[in-house]
């Protein structure tokens, strides 16, 4: 994928090595310039921990009045899905993230255009590396936590953690996506106040984060799986590693979440190129 | 009395001026109405859901749990209304605006408050008291005076206390520039915890103490009492509003003050905390030629 700029035609690929190692490189930058927010990342970690006993114990009672096992979770795999979820909570990053949008009205987007790598493929490169190191310390010590605190479920097949590595990508992609669909509403609006809000509350319900989808009668849940990406943030990943279901099956909400991912990353790069062209409308 | 009335004026001018820039973008402002009721929607809806699953939650059927629900939307609501955006603290204070705030002529906790009152979250604040009456309406509750009372007080003291954690916890940001999430964790978490009856957190907050005596507790003592968690005993927990609100009255806006360093008048609650401290400050309501104000001054300097 090339520039696609308005304004310059875009440049011949000669050599595709060249684009990996930009994105590399992106890549680590996007890891360093996290990393260098530590109190930050303490503090979340902190949080994401306090919430993470506040929803198992009430999940936990779900369950008990629900005799035990509720909507087809035990109280091991609660507890599991509220640990890993807290923990994939900030590799995804479902809130707080408005670079671009910041950037759009400030109009330093002008910088991101000028250079050889498509924005999108620059963002998405820096939100790799920021998943990288949200993974490592982000993700460990809500688990952790979970682990040393409830009685949370192992995964106990071997197929299992490679599934569930793949859905974390795909489902960070997936995020990214969304974040930069919203952000890039910028463009037209210049105040991205309201669809950010709309994402920031609808997300968290639709992603599975405040209680599992499947507590959600069938006719809902299955339209929301299918038609929306939001279950592929977190609910896809959360039920792959509880094991819910068998590994056909996961493999099967997998190939849903690629195929978001996907279309997602289209939708950014169209939504770009339209963006583009009306900057430079503006003369921008 | 009277000087303490003459900045009355001023406050206003500033929450004006703040209603006014806000409503001035009418469709922005609209949204941001709309916006904000979905986040309690969504909250409220959550505790739904959970009772599609389970009749009981913590040993309290769906009515009573909902009568808990509206106490803690109605006071979270509130009070992140009226100072939840003292969240942005640690942005002035990193960015400096703080300082312009503490020279002027007035209390720095209103003024911080009434710069950017967030009047977009009313929205929120009503909807979590219609949540309360309703739920409180269809609770079935044998009413005696004490529970009207409880009712009525509960509310008002859940705000003081979501709003002395909002302060608390923005007041780290004094030390700790990067704590926001930190504040969170007890501001949002302080929501979460007190939408659910405290049983359901059995074995990590012993009831006799709980950190955040809002919600929940007092609902304990207005449900009907047919049927009780063995560690919902209301008594214990319904004396502790009272204690909060003496200790973070409304009116007096300590806790700021507190938070900058500034301990002397802290065993001195019997001045207006907002007059001293910054009287050094010559501008401070242009009283500075005058003798009496030298001589409070020296004393202030003094002590």
Known sequence: VGSVTATVPPPITRNIGWMFRTFAAITGSGFRRYSTYRQATLAGAFTNTVFGFLRCHVLLAVATGAGGVAAGYTPDQLATFVWVGQGLLAVVLLWGWNDLAERIRTGDVASDLLRPVHPVLNYLAADLGRAGYALLTRFVPPVVAGLLFFDVAIPSRWSTPPIFAISVVLAVVICFGCRYLVNATAYWLHDVRGPMMIWTFGSGVLAGLYFPLHFLPDWVTVPLWLATPFPSILQTPLDVVVERDDWPVQVGLVAVQAVWAGLILLACRAVQGAAERRLVVQGG | ?303
């Open chain 2, 1 to 303: 009395v009277a000087d303490r009335l003459g900045v009355l004026p001023a406050y206003w001018a500033l929450l004006r001026g703040q209603a006014r820039s806000q409503v001035s973008y009418r469709t922005s402002f609209l949204v941001d109405l709309v916006g904000n009721v979905g986040a309690t929607v969504f909250d409220v809806a959550t505790v739904l859901v959970l009772f599609r699953l389970t009749r009981t939650l913590g040993g309290f059927p769906r009515a009573e749990a909902m009568v808990m629900v509206g106490l803690s939307a109605a006071a979270f609501a509130t009070a992140d209304l009226a100072v939840g955006n003292i969240e942005r603290l640690r942005q002035y204070v990193r960015t400096g605006l703080l300082d312009a705030v503490l020279v002027r002529p007035l209390g720095a906790l209103p003024q911080l408050l009434l710069m950017d009152l967030p009047l977009r979250k009313a929205s929120r604040a009503l909807f979590g008291v219609a949540v309360l009456v309703a739920a409180v309406l269809t609770a079935g509750i044998d009413w005696t005076p004490a529970r009207v009372g409880l009712v009525v007080l509960a509310p008002v003291c859940g705000v003081v206390f979501f709003a002395s954690i909002f302060v608390t916890t923005a007041a780290l940001s004094f030390w700790w520039i990067d704590s926001g999430e930190v504040g969170s964790a007890f501001t949002y978490g302080g929501r979460d915890f007190t939408t659910y009856p405290v049983t359901v957190y059995s074995g990590w907050f012993p009831c006799s103490s709980p950190p955040w005596p809002g919600g929940s507790g007092c609902a304990t003592t207005g449900a009907p009492d047919h049927e009780r968690g063995p560690r919902g005993r209301a008594g214990d927990r319904g004396a502790r509003p009272a204690q909060g609100v003496r200790g973070t009255g409304p009116g007096r806006p300590v806790p700021a003050d507190e938070a900058a360093g500034d301990r002397r008048r802290r065993d001195r609650p019997d001045r207006p905390a907002w007059r001293d401290g910054r009287l050094h400050r010559p501008q401070r309501r242009r009283e500075v030629d005058h003798p009496e104000d030298a001589h409070r001054r020296a004393d202030a300097l003094l002590r």
